[in-house]
């Protein structure tokens, strides 16, 4: 079994506790459901924040999802000039099968435009 990287990306609404964790879940849960994940299978994930979202940690929604197991950190984003403000990021590394073409990543809320390439969910 190998270790594949899942991206995913999220716009949160607002410096908001509650906005950051639900844009956080709502990216989590189709990370999950598009590449049918299974928590007992993530290794680890990383959390990304811009400067601007301070509120709380997104690893909590991973918490709230039955992430109990998973080691996770949370850190900020480098601070780009161009770079997309209110954005909430994971890279996520899961023990699968899958070939790493057909690992699905998720870019959502405005987020496509980091990745326009991988549009697919």
Known sequence: M?????RGATIAREN???AILSATREMLEKLVMANGMQAEDIASAFFSTTRDLNADYPAIAARQ??????????????DVPHGLPMCVRVMVHWNTDKPAHDVTHVYINGAEVLRPDRKRA
């Open 2 to 6: 190998a270790i594949r990287g899942v």
């Open 65 to 78: 999802i039955g992430w109990t197991d998973t080691a996770l950190m949370c850190m900020h984003e480098m």
């Open 16 to 18: 908001t506790r509650d």
